[in-house]
């Protein structure tokens, strides 16, 4: 049942029609399911109260006939009083104009709801509705005129447009609760009628901001606030929050603001970049684009612009500051970073450029930084004694500046491996020889040096001292000599290899690279030179890992030879054979021609004692495998003689120079006993002198007796006699050896060391050395390129000469120049 106000007209309406039909309701009773009837009703009153029926009327337990209740409409309809709609409006807009004004509502809020609910109720929406629309409409036409009257400058003009956008969306609010029952109801179901919101703002969008000269000065005002803001001055964000916020609202914001903020966001960017690249550094350029970037991506994002600007900005940022200005910056800056290691401005470099897809250019000049920085230390030829050390360093930090700065990127990294190989290789051969080298110094070990006093008379050597001493004699008998010696063997039977050249796999220089690398790998591990068998090793791997197999089989070759030495050695020891070697300690290392360096004959006569020791193993060794044949390499023999220094003890002891605690020092020290280690040439000249009948020998007879050529025969004698260990001394002095000079036994010599190491003189490198390295690499060139004619011959048969030469050179990966025209003969079926 519906309760209304008893002043209402539906109240009114509803007692007439209770008193003018009484008796359309029939009695009425209700059935339990049991057959028993309940809570009878008689019917309703006057006063439209249900009366109950009394006890008399209906017997309890007794069975009735079930009754149904009759509804019927009223035969007159309730209707409003005729002024009803008119004073109901009054009320109604009355409020809204003291809404409108900011003024307190006279009627109460419920009543006026009502009055909006009655009028719906009857059909008067529709009406109610666009008188509504009516007087918001003549309000805002009047705030139109205030904002056109308002001269002021574009900050107070803007607070004036947002006070005046506030004020219609808070009297909207309070419009729409009063007629809150219109737009649940009339609007919607009604379709093509605005909500009352929405009605409001299209008002305010149709009257007041669609109005050019309106939309025009707020926009430039809300423009003026941003550039101020980015030229460093303080604004009222919140103003500015509301107006952006009232845009969207409206739903203008893409079409009357954004469009005229990004063209002048993108006016006001291209004016900076334009003066700010020729005026700062690049790095701090850079560093002033990220703050830029900072600023329109993130803190105008955060503090009043819409999201969904937020790409458009960014990009037009980064078009006018970055992408106008890719190729100055490089070329300005990207020299310069590079050469200081300023790793932190080439990660926001490599950061900016990322952003605007120009890494292809920063990768670009990369490379040609790489090449200009390394082609500078290879071409320059005053630098070779340092060039693999520079190139290991600028490496060094050409891998942190892709690590730190470049995050890894692979194509950097190709990058510089291509720009690696490229300046590398563009001074043929020097390189891969200079690299060789600086591996050879690296994995060589030490010299050590003699302690040098000039006080000769006292030497401290832990806890002895130690003195030269008299004459010295060096019988053959007391001249004990270990001696290691090195052979080839080679195979008589015939082996047929088969040579297989890829492109791929021979860059320039890498066959220089390995016929150094092998000739001083056969040095450090023939002449016991090498620092770590396992550091030797590790760089075969490494070696392997980067040049494939093919490149270190040869390598690895020798270390199987060296490994079976030792085992041919350790059988040879425990054999009869060995029992024939009395007083000298052989070690003999079993080379395969074809894994070694190919080294030159070298003549020298040696002491028969020695000859008879080498004979003694070359029978053991070809007992036991038949079918070689030993060729002596005399060059790279070295010995270990024990001499007797007797001069400067024994003056010693005459003099009583050495303490009373030291009188009983063994034999062994007293005579001076030292252990010289040289080369086999060294040893074969030194051994002359142990004929003490003669005190001097002149060069002409050391040569006849050693039979030593001319140059290896003046370097062995200026290491014994001009060397910094001179055991021998020279008439006259001087640091040159000529053909009239005569030597004898330093009978003086003292050293702090028992063993010794006398190192042969070694030319700085020697040239015919290093021409014969270089010709034999060249040999095997020409080896390469007539398999690479057979193989292209053998898919094309036939082929004119420059087809032929055209696909030679791109096989062959190292430079080839053409001597002679080559007749080419077709392959026969």
């Known amino acids: ?337 590079m050469n200081g290691s300023r790793k932190e401005d080439l990660a926001l470099l490599y950061s900016l450029l990322s952003r605007v897809h120009a890494l292809e250019h920063l990768r670009s000049f990369f490379g040609t930084y790489v090449k200009k920085a390394g082609g500078t230390i290879v071409q320059d030829g005053s630098r070779d004694a340092t060039m693999v050390q520079d190139l290991l360093q600028f490496k060094s930090k050409m891998d942190e500046i892709l690590v730190d700065s470049f995050r890894r990127n692979e194509q950097f990294t190709n990058t510089l491996k291509e720009s690696f190989e490229s300046f590398v290789n563009s001074r043929q051969h020097k390189p891969a020889e200079l690299l060789a080298k600086y591996l050879d110094s690296k994995l060589r070990s030490g010299n050590k040096v003699l302690l040098r006093t000039k006080n000769w008379k006292q030497f401290w050597i832990g806890s002895l001292y130690f003195s030269a001493t008299s004459k010295v004699y060096i019988p053959t008998h007391r001249f004990h000599h270990y001696y290691p010696y090195h052979a080839y063997y080679r195979q008589c039977i015939r082996h047929e290899r088969t040579y297989r050249l890829s492109p791929n796999q021979q860059p320039l220089g ?121 060729m002596w390499q005399n060059s790279l023999g070295h010995c270990v003689l024990k001499a007797n220094f007797p001069k400067v003890c024994t003056e010693l002891a005459q003099n009583d120079i050495l303490p009373k605690y030291l009188q009983g020092i063994t034999s062994f020290y007293y005579h001076g006993t030292k252990e010289l280690s040289m080369s086999l040439f060294q040893a074969v000249v030194l051994l002359l002198f142990n004929d003490t009948s003669r005190p001097r020998i002149g060069y002409k007879e050391i040569k006849s007796l050693t039979n030593i050529e001319d140059k290896e025969l003046l370097r062995t004698l200026q290491s014994l006699a001009c060397g910094k260990v001179r055991v021998l001394q020279k008439y006259p002095k001087g640091r040159d050896v000529a053909d009239n000079d005569e030597f004898a036994f330093d009978e003086a010599f003292s050293a702090p060391l028992i063993r010794i190491k006398i190192n042969a003189i070694q030319l700085k490198e020697t040239v015919e050395e290093n021409t014969n390295t270089h010709e034999r690499v060249f040999q095997d060139r020409q080896y390469q390129v007539d398999a690479a004619i057979v193989r292209i011959m053998k898919t094309r048969k036939t082929l004119n000469h420059n087809k032929l030469m055209t696909e030679l050179f791109e096989q062959l990966r190292f430079p080839v120049k053409v001597i002679n025209e080559i007749l080419i003969l077709p392959f026969g079926r």
């Open 1 to 337: 049942m519906f309760n209304f106000p008893p002043s209402s007209p539906v109240a009114k309406s509803m007692s007439h029609m209770s008193a003018a039909a009484p008796t359309s309701y029939n009695h009425v009773g209700m059935n339990n399911g049991n057959g028993n009837t309940i809570n009878p009703v008689a019917g309703i009153g006057e006063n439209g109260t249900v009366r109950r029926a009394s006890s008399g009327q209906t017997a309890v337990g007794s069975k009735q006939p079930v009754k149904k209740l009759v509804i019927k409409n009223f035969k007159v309809k309730p209707k409003l009083p005729e002024n009803y709609e008119a004073e109901a409006w009054t009320k109604l807009q009355t409020a809204v104009h003291a809404i409108h004004r900011s003024q307190p509502v006279s009627d109460s809020l419920e009543a006026l709801y009502k009055a909006c609910e009655n009028l719906c109720h009857h059909k008067l929406a529709d009406s109610l509705y666009e008188r509504l629309q009516t007087e918001c409409e003549l309000y805002i036409e009047e705030q139109l005129e205030i904002l056109r009257r308002n001269n002021s400058d574009k900050q107070i003009y803007l607070e004036a447009v947002n006070s005046c956008w506030l004020n219609h969306c808070r009297q909207m609010i309070m419009i729409r609760s009063i007629f809150l029952y219109l737009d649940r109801t009339y609007v919607l179901q009604t379709s093509g009628v605005s909500s009352l919101w929405d009605m409001g703002l299209g008002l305010f969008r149709g009257h007041i901001m669609l109005t050019d000269d309106v939309r025009k000065k707020t926009i430039e005002g809300c423009l003026l606030m941003i550039e101020k803001e980015r030229n460093g001055e303080t604004i009222n964000r919140q103003l500015l929050k509301s107006l952006l916020r009232m845009f969207l609202d409206l739903s203008i914001y893409g079409t009357a603001f954004e469009e005229k903020f990004l063209k002048a966001t993108r006016f006001y960017y291209h004016a900076e970049g334009d003066r700010l690249i020729n005026v700062l550094e690049i790095p701090k350029y850079l560093q002033n684009v990220e703050i830029r970037l900072k600023e329109e991506g993130v803190d105008r994002m955060l503090h009043y612009l819409d999201k969904t600007t937020k790409p458009s900005l960014v990009a037009v940022v980064e078009g006018e500051l970055l992408e106008r200005h890719v190729g100055t910056i490089l070329e300005k800056g990207f020299d310069d970073m």
């Open 510 to 630: 890498k066959d220089i690279f390995e016929a150094f690398y092998k000739r001083d790998l056969a040095k450090r591990l023939l002449l016991n030179k090498s620092a770590s068998f396992d550091a030797e090793k590790s760089m075969l791997l490494k070696l392997k890992t980067e040049c494939g197999p093919g490149f270190t089989s040869k390598l690895e070759g020798m270390f199987k030879d060296v490994d079976l030495s030792r085992d041919i050695m350790t059988s040879f020891r425990s054999s009869k054979a060995h029992e024939q070697l009395s007083d000298i300690e052989l070690h003999v290392n079993v080379l395969t021609q074809g894994y070694w360096p190919t080294y030159a004959p070298a003549e020298v006569t040696l002491p028969t004692q020695m000859t008879q020791y080498l004979e003694v193993f070359k029978n053991y060794y070809l007992s036991k495998h038949s079918g070689r044949r030993l």
